[in-house]
């Protein structure tokens, strides 16, 4: 299956409207995709009260970041989700990345399930209202034909026969199902975790592509792996403070940080902590 990676493309346009960030002196500087900032928040404000080193987040799309990077050249960190180490790295902005968790995907319902929905198989009833995120501008998106193909559906003939609500972000189509304009909606746990007083959780764990086998054709030729989407964190070669950000690192890696990440809803399996040289690309 041919998919498009156009996202690193399309948000040079959007990078033009960022506002600059100005941490206070002293300060790390380290740029969270929008899925992580409430995880690495928590984590920043523990390790600034426990060590003294502040640690201020700007947070956006990952790949808006990355673009933001590139361009600015500002900042110590950058914290994303597969596929950007892949790229930030093979752009020479950073030299070395660290695993940090994974992202998995559910099934969100409203609170107390009303409308009963136990599967993937029920999202096709007509009576489900239901939300995802692009098949092409987000990570989650492009392995939907798969998931869906492993719980013997097709998402093709699904989004025929439903009106089904695309949109680009996971948090938006979360809050879709928390304020009952849908009923239904696929997003990483870590994003319905932040959700948990308006959402229930559905596993899909047995329909979730195989770890290192499945894998999709970008337009360039390039073959990226589905599973398992790991989130990274990397010191950035235009930082001014490599020494501080490769401590904050450590503690972001460390395990009392994992059983934070956990509490987030992120996946932190006992190999996670994983260290990734130049060169030695995610996929």
Known sequence: MKIGFGIVAVVWVMVCGCAKVNPKEGALLCHVGGTMRPALQTLAE???????????????????????????????????????????MSRQLADEGWTVAELNPVIIVQKGNPKRIRNLEDLARDDVELALTDYQLSTLGRMLPTIFTKA?????????????????????????????????????????????????????????????????????????????????????????????????IEFVVSERARKILKEYGFGVSGHLRQEYEKGQHLN
């Open 46 to 88: 523990l390790y600034e009260a426990e060590t003294g080193q502040a640690v201020e987040i700007n947070s956006a799309g990952s790949g808006e970041l990355l673009a933001n990077i590139e361009l600015q050249a500002e900042g110590d960190l950058y914290v994303s989700h597969d596929p950007f180490l892949d790229i930030i």
């Open 152 to 248: 013997g559906m097709s998402l093709d003939a699904l989004s025929e026969n439903k009106n089904i609500v695309i949109h680009r972000s996971g948090s938006y189509v979360a809050n879709l199902v928390a304020m009952q304009n849908v009923d239904a909606a696929l997003v990483w746990k870590a994003v319905a975790s932040l959700r948990e007083d308006s959402l229930d959780c559905i596993e899909i764990t047995k329909h979730l592509p195989e770890p290192y086998v499945d894998a999709i054709t970008s337009a360039t030729g390039k073959s990226y792996k589905l599973r398992p989407v790991r989130v990274t964190i990397c010191s950035l070669n235009c930082s001014k403070q490599p020494k501080a950000a490769r401590q904050f």
